[in-house]
């Protein structure tokens, strides 16, 4: 049974916010009697006391800010980075005996999100089935797997192999 209170339309739930959630806006500025009467809790004068007042994050009042003095120096890959989709070696029970297993295959099976992108498999959990496996990488703890299973891996033609690539990425 769902917490959710029904308005009687159709079934369709009425969703609200947990209790307190929305809270009240303060109301400041209403004369100097009150707690936040006169200077509206923004303190005496001041650049922060006035309106459309305040400056931007990291702004040191005109000194060089600390992101402009520190020297950039070196070469970062991350825009260039080959981002692959992960799969445990335990989603492949779901194909029969002596299938063949590549990235369309897994997209039919609704355990990849796209056929576009490329998956290295990784070898969490166990497999009980003799596959043929396509994909563009795997672990080696995911290669043993499949070879012990009594199936095979190969890997397709992408932007990276294993025996291309020095070192595991992913």
Request: charged share 25%.
């Amino acid at each position: 049974m769902s917490d959710l209170p029904d308005d009687g339309a159709a079934g369709a739930p009425r969703i609200r916010r947990p209790a307190g959630a929305a809270r009240k806006r303060r109301v400041v500025g209403r004369g100097a009697a009150g707690r936040r009467g006169g200077t509206s809790g923004r303190g005496t004068k001041g650049q922060r006391a006035r309106a459309g007042s305040g400056v931007r994050p990291a702004f040191e009042g005109g000194q060089m800010p600390l992101y402009r003095r520190i020297a950039r120096r070196g070469f970062s890959n991350h825009p260039f980075r080959t981002v692959y989709q992960t799969l445990d070696v335990r989603a492949l029970n779901r194909f029969a005996d002596g299938a063949t297993v590549d990235r369309q295959a897994l997209l039919d099976a609704g355990v990849i999100r796209s056929a576009g992108v490329p998956v290295k498999l990784l070898g969490s959990g166990s497999l009980e089935r003799a596959l043929t496996v396509r994909l563009d990488r795997a672990s080696a703890g995911a290669r043993q797997k499949v070879a012990a299973a009594g199936g095979s891996f190969h890997t397709i033609d992408g932007p990276a192999t294993d025996a291309a690539a020095g070192g595991e990425q992913g």
